[in-house]
């Protein structure tokens, strides 16, 4: 199991962070440590540093990102060799209603777009609401691209997997029911796992069927984990009606092959 996309330096995993990764190491295949600020990406490369299935990418958030992402795209020119995506960047039009700020946003991602590209390093996108002006703005790029937590329409999503593009689910495929529709249309071949934790827990999707039980004990249910893409790949193989041994395997080998893991 590769979880493709995990705050694990969020504050809400100072206290035990530690224990969190080492039941990561034990169970998962890797993780990738998303990052969306500057202090954030400095964490995920030292967490990645000190553990073996752990990597990284560097992101500035569209409206989270804090000060001038200038130091953002030094980093990734200086950690270039160690990381293995650029992202999480992109545009967020649900926050942010201002034209002008959006219209700014949309320089700040086509300095990250570029230095992508430069650097033949994969995408990883944020387009909460934007999504059909990320795509148009990634139509050209000629690596490849993950849309991350991706919620546009089933249209769309057509679009970006014609490009060749990926299709990122977060354990949202269990209470959404939009999530469920597009888990019908992105084939196995372009579709990959994240939890984004530590958001989008499953506990009150499982609570209310009486399975908070199946959580694994000893944490925080109120908060993700990467193993629980494990319920999403469940229910991707419930919806496709394939065994969920298929799911792990391809959403991994897509994983591995886009990021270039080990």
Known sequence: MIDIHAHLCFPDFDDDRDRVVAECERGMTAVIVGSARYDEGLCALRLAGMHGK??????????????GHGRILDLIRKES???????????????EKDPGRRKRQEG???DFIELASELRKPLIIHSWDAETRCFELVRDFGHDAVFHCFSGSAQLAEQIIA???????????????????????????????ETDSPFLSPYG???????????RPGFDPKRNYPWNIGFSAAKIAEIKRVDVSQVLRETTDNARRVFRLP
Request: glycine residues 16%.
């Open 163 to 193: 490009r060749g593009f990926f299709i990122s689910f977060s354990t949202q495929v269990l209470f959404s029911k939009s999530h469920r529709k597009l888990a019908r249309v992105v084939p196995l071949g372009q579709l990959m796992l």
């Open 81 to 95: 060799a160690g990381i293995v995506g650029v992202g999480e960047v992109g545009l967020d039009h649900h926050w």
């Open 54 to 67: 752990l990597f990284p990418s560097l992101g500035y958030h569209p409206t989270e990102g804090g000060g």
């Open 205 to 215: 999707y499982l609570k209310a069927k009486g399975e908070e039980g199946r959580l």
């Open 108 to 110: 700040v991602f086509s």
